[in-house]
């Protein structure tokens, strides 16, 4: 049998943090062969997430990689490719400090009864405390007869599947793509972590009963996770304990104090919380966080921040002191803390309390406000998504439609190409969530940097400059007609757009218009029903922008993607940070190719968007639009300060 080892140097950003530990678990299932991760002496099995995250395998570590087994081969391969590609398995939750950050620690109150810990999520709270201090589980071991270890054994079992049910279950009714569902997916990967519940029957096959077994296998593992000096990896102890601790309270038939009865605006007073407690109470109830434990970048932190509850961890208060406290106030900015604040600190808070609404429900209005300039332009500003696990970030967010949805991330990362139902049905549900807003889809724009799977692309020096995007696509029918009918199909929503990448010239618009033609002729004489769209294609290219007057009698619309302008003009890899200096939407060389094409598409009655990173950019907003830019599409987490920069026009 194969066993085969290859070191390799980690490009993963952040190292094997959750989200790719948990990401290179499943491509380790997916292979029958042995699979092991080794860094500094230690190894862990590829098929354990927490295992994997305790090496603590950072950004350019060596490691080394074994697989054993049949198809030890191709699962190296794959594992390589992995390790090697900086944003595989979806990026780790944000790991910097917000402002405020970690804090000198204060034992004792200073003159104004002022406490400090970890400010962890911004915002100020003054409310009734609410003491969360659940007794600890037995985990003095109490030894079980061998005949009764069987039944000891299917009672973990059978604990184990009712935690993970109930988490499954949360995970399914979280937003898709929000920070709640991640941490809910990332719990759920050390509940079912296979050698985490194996150590745990490891134990009580020796005699031990299941509780202390389950909560003794999870200390040691947490205590594993805070040895580690990365602060993202030390928080992960949290998951683990609390994943025991569910664990243990389903063996014994307990539960943890009603936490969905938290009164309205309460700030929860505990030594540690867990994301799960907070997730278990009821979004909008909580009016602040105030914990002992806890860091900045732990899960609770990033819950809280996500669902905007101000959040003080690491207080150096005592449990005492917190428990006899009757009103808390805190500020998640600074980190301070009050524990019955004397009214003088309480006017102050309410001040600040005050603020805060004020500009949140400033940004806020603004989500159902017309994006239109002082002087009565209208400019559209629309989301750019890759999935549609982001539709309702967007809408969330006000989006007046989709201005890019890049496709590629269909394309990428899987083992096949996608077919033209799966297509259609991705399309589909784009459209009909945001009409009667237009929803622009960029065909597939992939490239040699970007291998996908089923698509053979040769070596190339400079694949930036190679065979990519529409060049491809025109040579590659078998890719580019399922794409082109599966959004035939879903135009009959109404409000379907297509856009062409990477164009030089008018003859590949014409080419593709060919195309479009023959799987129109091919849908009709199947008898299936379809529609039709715009066509528009990205100004990404120096020669579609001298060409833009040409191009404009062609197309629909233009949208211009400042990005790859911006490298492409300047020279410029968007990559490089050595060549950064250089990388500027507002250098004069690129606004001057702006304003031609803008003017290009006056002349010609077509609209003109901006879909590149540059469309976010409070200070170059004002320019864009004095070019005669109409619609701006950015992430769909800057539209609301968009459209503030718009209105103040
Ligand atoms: C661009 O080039 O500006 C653009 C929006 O496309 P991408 O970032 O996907 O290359
Ligand atoms: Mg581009």
Do not use: R
């Given at each position: 049998m194969a066993v085969l080892t290859r070191p390799v140097v980690v490009a993963l950003r952040d190292g094997l943090h959750a989200r790719p530990a948990a990401q290179m678990v499943q491509l380790a299932k997916r292979f029958a062969a042995t699979l092991e991760v080794e860094r500094g002496g230690r190894r862990a099995s590829a098929r354990s997430a927490v295992k994997l995250m305790l090496l603590g395998v950072q950004e350019r570590d060596e490691i080394v990689l074994h697989a054993e087994g049949e198809d030890a081969a191709e699962a190296l391969e794959e594992m390589v490719a992995f390790v090697s590609t900086p944003g595989a398995g979806q990026e780790a939750p944000p790991r910097a400090m917000p402002a405020g950050g970690e804090r000198e620690v204060a034992a004792t109150p200073d003159a104004d009864g002022r406490l400090r810990g970890t400010g962890a999520s911004e915002g100020t709270a003054v409310g009734p405390a609410f003491a969360f201090f659940p007794e600890a589980l037995p985990e003095s071991p109490q030894m079980v007869p061998a005949e009764a270890l069987p039944d000891e054994l299917e009672r973990h079992g059978a604990a184990v599947a009712a935690v993970n049910a109930a988490l499954a279950h949360r995970h399914a009714a979280a937003v898709p793509g929000s920070e709640e569902s991640a941490i809910l997916a990332a719990l759920l990967e050390v509940a079912r972590d296979e050698e985490l519940l194996a150590d745990m029957r490891a134990r009580i096959g020796r005699g031990i009963d299941a509780v202390a077994a389950t909560l003794m296998a999870g200390r040691e593992l947490a205590e594993g996770f805070e040895r580690l000096e990365d602060p993202y990896l030390r928080a992960r102890a949290e998951d683990v304990r609390s994943v025991a601790r569910q664990i243990g309270l389903a063996l014994l038939g307990r539960a943890d104090a009603?936490?969905?009865?938290?009164?309205?605006?309460a700030i929860i007073l505990a030594d540690e919380l867990a994301a799960w407690d907070l997730a278990r109470i009821p979004p909008g109830r909580l009016g602040g966080i105030l914990c002992r434990q806890g860091g900045a970048t732990s899960h609770l932190a990033i819950m809280a921040r996500a669902q905007g509850i101000p959040a003080v961890l690491a207080c150096p208060a005592s449990v005492e002191a917190l428990r006899a406290a009757h009103v808390v106030a805190l500020d998640g900015r600074s980190g301070e803390v009050w524990l019955d604040p004397a009214p003088s600190v309480r006017e102050t808070l309410a001040a600040r309390i005050a603020d805060e609404r004020r500009a949140r429900e400033a940004l806020e209005e603004l989500r159902d406000a017309p994006s239109v300039t002082r002087d009565g332009r209208a400019i559209q500003v629309a989301a750019n998504l890759g999935a549609v696990a982001e539709i309702d970030a967007a809408r969330r967010a006000g989006a007046e439609g989709v201005g890019l949805f890049r496709s590629e991330f269909l394309f990428l990362a899987r083992r096949s190409l996608p077919d033209e139902q799966e297509q259609f049905t991705v399309y589909d549900t784009l459209a009909r969530a945001f009409a009667p807003h237009a929803v622009v889809v960029r065909t597939l724009d992939v490239g040699g940097d970007k291998p996908v799977a089923g698509i053979d692309f040769p070596h190339e020096d400079n694949p930036f400059l190679g065979w990519r995007g529409l060049r491809m696509c025109l040579e590659r029918p078998d890719v580019f007609k399922p794409q082109l009918r599966a959004l035939l199909r879903a135009a009959t929503a109404g409000n379907l757009r297509v856009m062409l990448p990477m164009?030089?010239?008018a003859e590949e618009v014409r080419a593709a218009r060919t195309v479009i033609e023959e799987c129109k002729a091919e849908l009709k004489a199947e008898g299936v029903p379809h529609g039709d769209f715009a066509l528009g294609i990205m100004i990404e290219t120096p020669a579609a922008a001298f060409l833009a007057e040409e191009l404009a009698r062609e197309v629909d619309f233009f949208s211009i993607g400042t990005n790859d302008l911006t490298q492409y003009i300047m020279a410029a890899d968007r990559m490089n940070p050595r060549v950064a200096r250089l990388n500027r939407p507002d250098h004069p060389a690129v606004l001057r190719a702006i304003g031609a094409v803008c003017r290009a598409a006056k002349g010609a009655g077509i609209p003109v968007t901006v879909c590149g990173e540059a469309a976010a950019k409070p200070e170059m907003i004002p320019l864009l639009i004095g070019l005669g830019v109409d619609e701006l599409s950015m992430s769909p987490a800057s539209i609301l300060q968009a459209k503030r920069s718009i209105r103040a026009l």
């Open positions: 009603a936490l969905e009865e938290v009164p309205h605006g164009v030089v010239e």
